[in-house]
Nanobody, 121 residues
Framework: QVQLVESGGGLVQAGASLRLSCAAS??????MGWFRQAPGKEREFVAA????????TYAESVKGRFTISRENARNTVYLTMNSLKPEDTAVYYC????????????????WGQGTQVTVSS
């Protein structure tokens, strides 16, 4: 069993930066990812990282602006978001799964409660 708690969201202006954190408890050697859901839209993939940090994957919409990283010693995964745009406004969720492919398909076994990110123009 894995429990995930996100933090770091907030209200910022376009062009600003934020860093989201996801603290995991329980078994933590999982592939991890970030996803988001904007009002009226389906949840979408943002970024993922293997448990060894050997591989990362990004959605095209965030490539070059967002960076996913993790500190296994702290059981924490981060999403550093730069050059934020109003279209990045969403609830951001952390997820974990044993399978990287399952994670990428939004079928993760474990999800956090989400943290709101609002970017004003």
């Amino acid at each position: 069993q894995v429990q995930l708690v996100e933090s770091g969201g907030g209200l910022v202006q376009a062009g600003a930066s934020l860093r989201l954190s996801c603290a995991a408890s329980g078994r933590t050697l999982y592939e991890m990812g970030w996803f988001r859901q904007a009002p009226g839209k389906e949840r979408e993939f943002v970024a993922a990282i293997t448990w060894t940090s050997s591989s990362t994957t990004y959605a095209e919409s965030v490539k070059g602006r967002f960076t996913i990283s993790r500190e296994n010693a702290r059981n924490t995964v981060y999403l550093t978001m730069n050059s934020l745009k109003p279209e990045d406004t969403a609830v951001y969720y952390c997820a974990a799964d044993r399978s990287y492919n399952t994670l990428l398909k939004l079928e993760s076994s474990y999800w956090g409660q989400g943290t709101q990110v609002t970017v004003s123009s």
